[in-house]
């Protein structure tokens, strides 16, 4: 029989098929449509993830039902966990109130407050807060080192809120809650129907609905709007149908690292933006150890600017400050890019960093768009150890014999040397702008780096003296510190407290910034280990006034 014949008997078939029944074909073969989709869509994807350049983040599966029902529904109680470590005591001489309620309870207000109001204890608030509950409502987690906050009901009703007190201006919830007392009333769970899911690793559902095709569509969720993805389920800002369809479910298999992040030793959470930091890295590795080189790799780990590809600038818009909500907001600057591809890139800005780049401006990819991180070497900056580390980390390196000082010293000969075999990475303190910055990460990959030939340092910016300070000007601590002088990474500790800076304040008190002493602290003078120097991640500054102690903080 020839083919002819096969294809006017199904024709004739369909012809004679009622209506309804060929609604249920139609119905079949889009079925067939999607899941043959659903497989190209992986075979593409395994295909673009053998290129660096295609690299996706995520692998997508096509068309997953969601059921929540009562057999997968979470049934459990709002908890609040703060932020704040709290093991060290906290001041609550000016900072003393607290106003919570728990699920529709009224609220009640409590007083924080210690026997010894300038080191209150977190035992001694979590007591407190107890006795204004009436029942066991804080507790410790971490050995004694944050607050956590659990209601005494469970399920959607279950809800703890932070409200304003009765004199704002002792309101403790930032400090030690965490909460932001520009929001308040603050009130968790935002998302209060958590159900349970089947499918593993699941890292992003972007949109559900309750149907697939749709001319059947009469519901469709947003995920970030009506739903976010905890580990191994879906919480719901409201009580969800029984049945969702999600047309794209992204599942991390973390294949960047498995393809490519592993060969560098540079592991992060996958996400797009680690997409970003593997492709700059290795452009970097096949262009070479070059200073501009190392600058690209630095932005791409800290997160910051970068071209997308080769483009041309054709807007910036400068950051500002506005009030929103009877409040002061800083507004992040933008850049617009026109890509060579034709797609207009929208890059934001981060607070306190400025444009490298002017409109009109064609750029190149992975090319920084604003300051943060500067690299010296003894090419593009010749004398930058003396410059920017000083004299002292030289000192080490100096035998009892060695002449000092400047002009044909033997000090002078050994930081020409020590020029001449290192570069500086200098990251200003505002390039910090992702809160999961991984500092082992920046050292990996600067080893992996580096000419075989050179070490290098690694220096943070606190702050600069642009303006010279009179005595009638009220003190403000912005400070150039440097690390280096006598840093040693192989005891890996500090030095005792040394001066960064010295002026006097608008009393004329002398104040001097320095930083506290570290226990191990054996050598002193810069230790040029091949594997470089690096500071820790947390730094304390110490204040004093005259040779009196008067304050400290964190940077």
């Keep these: 029989m020839s083919s002819p014949v096969y294809f006017e008997f199904l024709a004739s078939v369909w012809d004679q098929l009622p209506e309804e029944d060929r609604e249920v074909f139609a119905e079949l073969w889009h079925g067939y449509e999607q899941v043959i989709a659903s497989v190209y869509q992986k075979a593409v994807e395994l295909n673009l993830n053998l290129s660096m350049n295609d690299l996706q983040a995520w692998s997508t599966s096509r068309w997953l039902p969601y059921t929540f029902v009562d ?180 599942v991390d298999e973390e294949t960047p690292w498995h393809n490519f992040g592993f060969l560098t030793d540079i592991y992060q959470e996958n996400s797009p933006r680690y997409v970003g930091v593997l492709q700059g890295l290795w452009f970097a590795l096949w262009n070479g150890p070059k200073p501009s080189n190392v600058r690209i790799s630095l932005y791409l780990l800290f997160g910051l600017p970068t071209a997308p590809e080769d483009a041309v600038v054709t807007a910036i818009t400068d950051q500002r400050d506005e009030v929103v909500d009877d409040r002061l907001v800083t507004i992040p600057g933008s850049m617009t890019l026109l890509g060579k591809s034709g797609v207009i890139h929208s890059i934001v800005i981060p607070v306190g960093l400025f444009p490298e780049v002017e409109v009109g401006e064609a750029v190149t990819l992975f090319q920084p768009l604003t300051d943060g991180i500067v690299v010296f070497d003894k090419i593009n900056s010749p004398g930058f150890v003396e410059r920017e580390v000083g004299r002292g980390g030289i000192q080490r390196f100096l035998t009892d014999e060695a002449s000092h000082g400047f002009g044909d010293t033997d000090e002078t000969k050994a930081l020409r040397m020590l020029e001449e075999y290192t570069f500086l990475p200098q990251i200003s303190v505002e390039a910090f702008v992702y809160p999961d910055i991984n500092l082992k990460n920046v050292m990996i990959f600067l080893d992996a780096f580096r000419p075989l030939n050179k070490t290098y340092l690694f220096q943070v910016v606190v702050g600069v003296f642009r303006d010279k300070l009179s005595l009638i000007d009220p003190l403000e601590l912005d400070i150039d510190y440097t690390l280096g002088e006598t840093l040693d990474l192989n005891e890996t500790s500090y030095m005792p407290t040394t001066n960064i800076t010295y002026y006097e304040d608008k009393f004329g008190s002398n104040v001097t910034v320095g930083l506290p002493y570290y226990e191990g602290n054996d050598v002193e003078g810069l230790d040029m280990d091949p594997h470089g120097v690096v500071m820790d991640e947390k730094l304390e500054l110490e204040v004093w006034k005259d040779g009196i102690f008067d304050y400290s903080f964190q940077a």
């Design 71 to 250: 057999a997968n529904k979470i049934i459990r109680a709002a908890t609040l966990t703060s932020n704040q470590d709290l093991s060290a005591g906290i001041n609550t001489t000016s900072k003393s109130l607290l106003k919570l309620s728990v699920d529709d309870g009224e609220p009640f207000e409590v007083d924080i407050r210690g026997n010894l109001p300038s080191i209150t204890k977190i035992d001694e608030i979590v007591q407190n807060i107890n006795f204004g509950a009436g029942f066991k409502f804080a507790s410790t987690l971490y050995e004694n080192t944050i607050i956590h906050l659990t209601s005494k009901s469970v399920g959607p009703q279950s809800k703890i809120t932070v409200h304003e007190t009765s004199i704002p201006s002792s309101n403790a919830c930032e400090f030690v809650l965490g909460v932001d007392p520009d929001f308040l009333p603050y009130t968790v769970p935002e998302f209060k129907y958590p159900y349970s899911i089947v499918y593993k690793k699941v890292s992003s559902i972007p949109s559900m609905r309750d149907a697939i095709r749709d001319e059947s569509l009469s519901l469709e969720l947003v995920e970030g709007q009506d739903y976010k993805l905890e580990a191994g389920a879906v919480c719901f800002r409201s009580q969800p149908p029984e049945k969702l369809w999600a047309e794209r479910t992204q």
